[in-house]
């Protein structure tokens, strides 16, 4: 071991001093097996040490760090990795950045492990790394569950796609009549085949109420050949879809049970949201979701149009309740990547448009807008408008961006959404477009005047 670590300092190289802001700072580069971390010269007989990514391992970083005296920490990594140092370091009373890898390898000729954590030592000595932004606690563990229920959807439907295959290599052609075969007709049927029922007649009496095609439509579709492996494979894909279905009741037990768990804001600052029971819709949680973001929030999101429960969670569950890591709503949106960057060189600019992200409340936030194309309401009037200028894409961006701004000023103010109307929005446009015209006409000598009504 000795060994290996003499040949790996002679690699570390002594780095040029410039003016130090954070003179108790360390970089560390973590990977998969090593975690490789460098702190000031002068600290240690070793400035650059690695150590195995197991978790005593970890704590023994830790320790090394406290005896060099140091204070903060810059971390960068891919994936997952990063997340056991981070807490570990942070219960210990490390102030500890998480830097993106882009803001730290605009530099050519230089990539090892161990000049990658010299690198960011460096850096974050200088004072030059910004954290990412990690929300509290609470909200990661929110944000936990809140994922691993979205892989779990997408885990659940591979199977109802397997269900739909299975039935139609039997030639049963029950997704021509029904829109959704894990609706109530649908699994009625599905599970009395998997029992051993055969008689189409019988199969099709479990048609609900409320299904568009007749009983007659329904038995016809279900005349097919019953093979014995295919309907093995049902039933495999129905016991699949079925565990999975249970998978997201117990995950949706667990995330009311974390909601309860949040301090309830003293005074609200909107009335709460309606308590009316509204037919539950698939993929929506089994408990009342609406009601638990106002309790950790104080505020009804679901009020402004195009964000109902499900999209709020996602939202919230990414960015948090405290809006004071953004100064104001530009930084929010600059954060969010839903403002423009332009690329201005010589006066000029040279490009334009939003950079690309994978934020998932950037995601959350465009569907909702997209959600508003025929919406009567402000927010859909303005998204038609930016539309019928500029295109569908620039308007899902442009109204995302507004949304993102109520949700910014609700939070941080408290304040209710009032809607005013698509017709209140489109006079409001109109009178803007006739101060242009005036200020306009008035450069150039001339006059508006209204056309008198025949």
Same mark, same amino acid.
């Given at each position: 071991?000795?060994?290996?670590?003499?040949?790996?300092?002679?690699?570390?190289?002594?780095?040029?001093?410039?003016?130090?802001?954070?003179?108790?700072?360390? #970089?560390?580069?973590? #990977?998969?097996?090593?975690?490789y971390?460098?702190?000031? =010269?002068g600290?240690?007989e070793?400035?650059?040490?690695?150590?195995?990514?197991?978790?005593?391992?970890?704590?023994?970083?830790?320790?090394? *760090?406290?005896?060099?005296?140091? %204070?903060?920490?810059?971390?960068?990594?891919?994936?997952?990795?990063?997340?056991?140092?981070?807490?570990?370091?942070?219960?210990?009373?490390?102030?500890?950045?998480?830097?993106?890898?882009?803001?730290?390898?605009?530099?050519?000729?230089?990539?090892?492990?161990? /000049?990658?954590?010299q690198?960011? =030592? =460096?850096?974050?000595?200088?004072?030059l790394?910004?954290?990412?932004?990690?929300?509290?606690?609470?909200?990661?563990?929110?944000?936990?569950?809140?994922?691993?229920?979205?892989? /779990?959807?997408?885990? !659940?439907?591979?199977?109802?796609?397997?269900?739909?295959?299975?039935?139609?290599?039997?030639?049963? !052609?029950?997704?021509?009549?029904?829109?959704?075969?894990?609706?109530?007709t649908?699994?009625?049927?599905?599970?009395?085949?998997?029992?051993?029922?055969?008689n189409?007649?019988?199969?099709?009496?479990?048609?609900?109420?409320?299904?568009?095609?007749?009983?007659?439509?329904?038995?016809?579709?279900?005349?097919?050949?019953?093979?014995?492996e295919?309907?093995?494979?049902?039933k495999?894909?129905?016991? *699949?879809?079925?565990?999975?279905?249970?998978?997201?009741?117990?995950?949706?037990?667990?995330?009311?049970?974390?909601?309860?768990?949040?301090?309830?804001?003293?005074?609200p #600052?909107?009335?709460?949201?309606?308590?009316?029971?509204?037919?539950?819709?698939?993929?929506?949680?089994?408990?009342? /979701?609406?009601?638990?973001?106002?309790?950790?929030?104080?505020?009804?999101?679901?009020?402004?149009?195009g964000?109902?429960?499900?999209?709020?969670?996602?939202?919230?569950?990414?960015?948090?309740?405290?809006?004071?890591?953004?100064?104001?709503?530009?930084?929010?949106?600059?954060?969010?990547?839903?403002?423009?960057?332009?690329?201005?060189?010589?006066?000029?600019?040279?490009?334009?448009?939003?950079?690309?992200?994978?934020? !998932?409340?950037?995601?959350?936030?465009?569907?909702?807008?997209?959600?508003?194309?025929?919406?009567?309401?402000?927010?859909?009037?303005?998204?038609?408008?930016?539309?019928? !200028?500029?295109?569908?894409?620039?308007?899902?961006?442009?109204?995302?961006?507004?949304?993102?701004?109520?949700?910014?000023?609700?939070?941080?103010?408290?304040?209710?959404?009032?809607?005013?109307?698509?017709?209140?929005? %489109?006079?409001?446009?109109?009178?803007?477009?006739?101060?242009?015209?005036?200020?306009?006409?008035?450069?150039?000598?001339?006059?508006?005047?209204?056309?008198?009504?025949?």
């Open positions: 071991m000795s060994k290996k670590r003499s040949k790996r300092q002679k690699k570390a190289k002594d780095l040029d001093a410039l003016e130090q802001i954070n003179l108790n700072a360390a #970089g560390i580069d973590i #990977g998969a097996e090593e975690v971390v460098a702190v000031p =010269q600290r240690d070793e400035s650059v040490r690695s150590f195995p990514s197991f978790t005593a391992d970890l704590h023994r970083l830790a320790d090394w *760090l406290e005896a060099c005296g140091i %204070e903060t920490v810059a971390m960068e990594s891919t994936g997952v990795f990063w997340i056991p140092l981070f807490e570990i370091l942070e219960s210990r009373g490390f102030e500890v950045y998480l830097v993106n890898a882009r803001h730290i390898k605009n530099v050519s000729g230089r990539k090892s492990d161990v /000049l990658d954590c690198w960011i =030592q =460096q850096l974050h000595t200088y004072g790394l910004q954290p990412s932004f990690r929300p509290p606690e609470q909200i990661c563990a929110i944000r936990g569950l809140v994922r691993h229920r979205d892989m /779990l959807i997408k885990y !659940r439907s591979a199977h109802i796609q397997h269900m739909q295959k299975a039935l139609t290599v039997m030639n049963l !052609r029950l997704t021509n009549v029904l829109s959704d075969i894990t609706g109530v649908g699994m009625k049927i599905i599970r009395s085949i998997i029992a051993g029922e055969r189409p007649e019988v199969l099709a009496s479990f048609r609900h109420s409320n299904c568009a095609k007749s009983q007659a439509e329904i038995a016809k579709s279900l005349e097919g050949n019953y093979k014995r295919h309907l093995f494979a049902l495999q894909s129905l016991e *699949l879809y079925d565990f999975y279905d249970q998978q997201l009741k117990d995950c949706d037990t667990e995330l009311e049970a974390l909601y309860q768990e949040f301090d309830i804001p003293d005074e #600052g909107t009335p709460p949201p309606d308590p009316r029971k509204r037919k539950r819709r698939k993929n929506q949680p089994h408990f009342d /979701l609406a009601q638990s973001l106002y309790c950790i929030t104080g505020v009804d999101l679901t009020a402004v149009d964000l109902e429960a499900m999209t709020v969670q996602d939202i919230l569950s990414e960015i948090g309740t405290d809006m004071s890591p953004w100064p104001t709503a530009k930084h929010f949106a600059s954060w969010l990547r839903l403002s423009p960057n332009n690329k201005v060189t010589g006066g000029k600019v040279k490009q334009r448009g939003t950079l690309p992200s994978q934020n !998932r409340a950037n995601t959350a936030f465009r569907m909702a807008a997209q959600s508003l194309a025929r919406s009567d309401c402000a927010l859909g009037a303005f998204y038609r408008r930016i539309r019928a !200028r500029h295109g569908g894409p620039k308007a899902v961006t442009a109204t995302a961006h507004k949304l993102a701004r109520i949700v910014y000023f609700m939070l941080k103010n408290r304040q209710p959404y009032h809607d005013p109307g698509a017709d209140y929005y %489109e006079e409001q446009y109109r009178l803007r477009a006739i101060r242009n015209l005036q200020r306009r006409a008035s450069k150039l000598g001339m006059r508006l005047e209204p056309v008198g009504v025949t």
